[in-house]
């Protein structure tokens, strides 16, 4: 079974530019969240997606948004890009959504905001 | 969301030396799952533990959880080069579906 899959793996943008990241989890797993990693913060939750429906999400300004396709994969959009943006965007799914199931991650994207 | 608090941040440690890294949360926790994250790699399911006081081994890895359920301890006896990486806990609590993670303790280990 394949698993979760991030493209691109390496991003470079400018500041004000926009960027979208996908996110093909494991067949079958039906929610998708997202992770934001950073040397100083570690791994920050984005948001988490269930059946097309955000369930939650986490303490990040609206220039991040997402969404979920009804074939369960998932796109995350960041406008106007800042210099702190730069990081390693995970993306991860489980096969439903019970508080406390476990997390299969993918490569992740690298971000660079020049 | 349940905020955990993990320490230390770093751990340098010599081949064959045990490590242990901590996990406290001030509210109880209605699970804890461990994940670790080889360089330039990404996290990767270690453990569960949800019930007070439960400790479960992975070969080398031991893994509890605290009697009040505010705190975790992951321990490696007899370290090896391949234990390399960060090590994080994480929590999801009640209703609230985001699993909450620990900044991870780095670990090295000098051959």
């Known amino acids: 079974k394949a698993g979760v899959t991030q493209t691109p793996r390496y991003l470079i943008k400018t500041r004000g530019q926009q960027v979208t990241l996908s996110c093909s989890p494991i067949?079958?797993?039906?929610?998708v969240s997202w992770y934001q990693q950073t040397p100083g913060q570690g791994l920050q939750f984005l948001f988490e997606y269930f059946s097309e429906t955000q369930r939650n999400k986490g303490n990040f300004p609206g220039r991040f948004s997402g969404r979920q396709f009804s074939n369960s994969r998932s796109e995350m959009n960041v406008s106007t890009l800042e210099l702190g943006d730069s990081a390693l965007y995970l993306c991860a799914s489980s096969l439903t959504d019970s508080p406390g199931e476990k997390l299969f991650f993918g490569s992740g994207t690298q971000l660079s905001v020049l | 969301g349940q905020q955990v608090m993990q320490i230390p941040q770093y751990q340098h440690v010599q081949e064959g030396e045990d490590f242990t890294t901590y996990c406290n949360s001030s509210?109880?926790?209605?699970?804890i799952q461990w994940y670790k994250q080889r360089p330039g790699g990404h996290p990767v399911f270690l453990i569960q533990l949800v019930k007070s006081g439960e400790v479960k081994k992975q070969k080398r890895l031991t893994f509890q959880f605290g009697e009040a359920k505010k705190n975790s301890s992951l321990h490696i006896t007899a370290t090896q080069t391949t234990d390399v990486g960060t090590y994080f806990c994480?929590?999801?609590?009640?209703?609230?579906?985001?699993?909450?993670f620990g900044k991870g303790t780095l670990l090295t280990v000098n051959p």
């Open positions: 994480a929590s999801s609590g009640g209703s609230n579906y985001k699993l909450t």
């Open positions: 509210t109880t926790l209605s699970n």
């Open positions: 067949s079958g797993h039906r929610s």
